[in-house]
C-alpha cells in the first residue's frame, strides 16, 4: 500500500511515532525514518515515499528547505509538519510551500490517525480517479479490439469450430497465436455479486468496471513475460496465456491480479483456471473445464482462484423427488410458511452435503420459481404480487454466487407466494399483499408504520390493526424478522463488515442491529457468520 517517511531530528520522538500508531488501519505498510531534512530527502531520491511527517526545526536541513526541495523533487508526496507552539509563521510559511497539514506537539495518536487516514483516503481516490481516466481513454480505441474479441468468443464458446476459418480470422484480425497455443491454459475471470452492481450503478459504470478490471489484469500478464491473449465474454473476462508444467508461477500471479483488482477498484473476482493443453484444437474444452472451475465458488465461496485439477465431478444425484416437489408446492398454495422454511432448510442443506453439480441445482431452483408462479396464477399482476415478474425472478437467480444467496432469493419468492396463495385463504387484502411486496424489495429503507401508510394512502391507526389482524403479527415486528434474514444472507454471502450489513439492512446503529440479532437468532452476528 502507501509508504511514510518520518523526519524527526530526536530519536525518542521518532520511536514514539513509528511504533504507538497503527498505521497499518491507515493503508501505510512501510515506515522509513530520517533524523534530519539531509537524510530525509537523500531517502526520498531512493525509495518511493508517498506521505511525509516532517519536524519544521531540525539541525543540518529544516523542515521547510525540506519542503521545498521535495516539491521539486517529489512533487506527489503529502507532507505533514510538526510544529510547536511558537512556530506559526513557520507553519504559514510551509502552508504557501504546499504542505497538506499540521500538527502541533505533543502529538496525540487520535489526532494522528484521523489525518493519516484522511490522507490515505484522499490518495486512494486520486488512484482510482486515474484509474477511471485511463479506461474512459481507452475506450476510444475499440475498433479491432471489438472484432478479435466477437471472433474469439466464438471460438473459444464453440461456435466456430472450421480450423480453416480459424486461421483465416487470426491472419485477417492479426492475432498471432504461435506463442500460446502448444502449452496454454484458459482462465475466466468474473466479478463476485455482479448483480448486485447492475442494481446499483448504471450499466456503462459497470462497463467501465468491467473494462479497468481487464486494464489491470492485461498490465500484470504483460509484466510476467508470457504470451497471452485477452478478451470480453458476456461478463466475464477471458485470458489464453502460454503456461508450463508448474502452476506456482501462475498461481502467484492471479493472486497479484486479484489483489491489485480489490485494492483499486473495490470488488473482488473469482478465477477459473483450466488444465494446461497443447494445441489449439483444445480450446474449447479448456474453456469449459474453467467454467466448472469457476462454478466452485458456489460451494467454496468467492474472491479465490480455483484449479481444474481441484474439481471432483459427482455423478448426478436425484435431489428433487416428485415427492418433496409436491410438499412443497401444497406448502406454497396453503400458505404454511413454517413448514416451508422447514422443507427449503432441508433442501439446501442436502445440496451443501452432497455437492450437488450446480447445472442441477439451478435446474431445481428454476423449477421452485416456476411453481411458485404457477401456485399464485389467479388473474392478479406478477409484478404487482411479488415486486418482479418470473423472468426477472429467473435471472436474479442465474446471476447469483453462492448457495447462500441462491437459498435466501428462492425463500424469498416462494414466502411471498405463500403468503399470496395465505391471502385468499384468509381473505388477505390486496392492500395488504402489496404492503408485503413492497417490504420485500425497500426494507433497508427508514421505513416506519407511518410512512408504509402514507405510501399506501391509509390510516396510521387502521393500518396498524390491518396489518396485525391479516399478517399476524405487529408491523414492527414482521419488518424486524425480515430485516434480520436478509442480515444473515449477507453475513454468509459477502465479505462485508458488521457496521456495513447492519447500514444496508436499514439499521444505522450497530449496537441496536447487534441486540436485535441476537435476540432473534440467539447469536451475535459474528457468531452466526463463523458457523
Known amino acids: 500500500m502507501y509508504s511514510l517517511l518520518i523526519a524527526e531530528d530526536e530519536g525518542w520522538m521518532r520511536e514514539v511515532l513509528t511504533k504507538s500508531t497503527h498505521w497499518e488501519e491507515c493503508g501505510i505498510t512501510r515506515i522509513f525514518e530520517a533524523a534530519n531534512g539531509a537524510e530525509a530527502l537523500e531517502l526520498i531520491r531512493k525509495e518511493k515515499i508517498d506521505f511525509l511527517l516532517t519536524d519544521i526545526r531540525m539541525p543540518v536541513m529544516d523542515g521547510l528547505t525540506l519542503l521545498a526541495k521535495v516539491k521539486e523533487c517529489a512533487p506527489d508526496i503529502e507532507t505533514v509538519m510538526l510544529t510547536g507552539f511558537d512556530d506559526f509563521d513557520y507553519v504559514r510559511t510551509a502552508m504557501r510551500l504546499g504542505a497538506y497539514d499540521y500538527l502541533l506537539k505533543p502529538v496525540h495518536d487520535d489526532e494522528l490517525m484521523q489525518l493519516f487516514l484522511k490522507l490515505s483516503r484522499a490518495r486512494s481516490e486520486r488512484q482510482a480517479a486515474r484509474y477511471r481516466a485511463a479506461m474512459e481513454q481507452s475506450m476510444l480505441k475499440q475498433g479491432l479490439r471489438a472484432l478479435r474479441e ?33 502449452s496454454y491454459v484458459v482462465i475466466l475471470m468474473e466479478v463476485d455479486q455482479l448483480y448486485l452492481l447492475q442494481e446499483r450503478y448504471k450499466q456503462r459504470e459497470v462497463e467501465l468496471l468491467q473494462f479497468g478490471i481487464r486494464n489491470i489484469a492485461e498490465e500484470y500478464l504483460k509484466n510476467s513475460g508470457h504470451p497471452f491473449l485477452l478478451f470480453a465474454a458476456a461478463d466475464r473476462t477471458v485470458v489464453w496465456c502460454r503456461a508450463e508444467a508448474s502452476g506456482d508461477e501462475l498461481d502467484e500471479l492471479l493472486h497479484s491480479i486479484r489483489s491489485s483488482i480489490r485494492s483499486f477498484l473495490k470488488v473482488t473476482v473469482t478465477v477459473g483456471i483450466s488444465e494446461r493443453h497443447q494445441t489449439e484444437n483444445d480450446v474449447f474444452a479448456a474453456s469449459m473445464e474453467a467454467l466448472k472451475s469457476l462454478k466452485m465458488k458456489m460451494y467454496h465461496g468467492v474472491d479465490q482462484a480455483y484449479f481444474f485439477r481441484q474439481v471432483h465431478d459427482e455423478e448426478d444425484r436425484q435431489l428433487f423427488q416428485r415427492e418433496l416437489q409436491q410438499r412443497l408446492l ?202
Open 150 to 182: 466477437q471472433f474469439l468468443a466464438n471460438w473459444f464458446m464453440g461456435r466456430t469450430t472450421d480450423p480453416g476459418i480459424i486461421r483465416q480470422k487470426c491472419k485477417e484480425l492479426e492475432l498471432d497465436i504461435s506463442g500460446i497455443a502448444d
Open 330 to 531: 401444497h406448502c406454497v398454495a396453503a400458505g404454511n410458511e413454517e413448514e416451508l422454511y422447514a422443507l427449503l432448510d432441508g433442501l439446501f442443506g442436502e445440496i451443501r452435503r452432497k455437492k450437488i453439480p450446480v447445472r442441477q441445482v439451478e435446474h431445481v431452483l428454476l423449477l421452485l420459481i416456476q411453481m411458485a408462479f404457477e401456485s399464485i396464477d389467479d388473474g392478479n399482476s406478477e409484478d404487482t404480487l411479488l415486486g418482479s415478474t418470473k423472468e426477472e425472478w429467473l435471472a436474479k437467480v442465474s446471476a447469483y454466487d453462492t448457495i447462500d444467496e441462491v437459498q435466501s432469493c428462492v425463500t424469498s419468492v416462494l414466502r411471498l407466494a405463500a403468503q399470496a396463495a395465505g391471502s385468499r385463504k384468509t381473505k388477505k387484502s390486496k392492500l395488504i399483499r402489496d404492503m408485503l411486496a413492497y417490504l420485500e424489495e425497500h426494507y433497508r429503507e427508514d421505513i416506519s408504520l407511518q410512512t408504509l401508510a402514507e405510501r399506501f394512502y391509509v390510516n396510521p391507526s387502521y393500518l396498524s390493526r390491518l396489518f396485525k389482524d391479516e399478517v399476524g403479527q405487529i408491523f414492527t415486528k414482521y419488518l424486524m424478522q425480515l430485516r434480520i434474514e436478509k442480515a444473515k444472507q449477507l453475513l454468509k454471502s459477502t465479505h462485508l463488515k458488521v457496521y456495513e450489513i447492519s447500514e444496508a439492512v436499514g439499521y444505522g446503529d450497530v449496537k441496536y442491529f447487534n441486540k436485535i440479532f441476537k435476540d432473534l437468532t440467539g447469536l451475535t452476528p459474528a457468531e452466526y457468520r463463523n458457523l
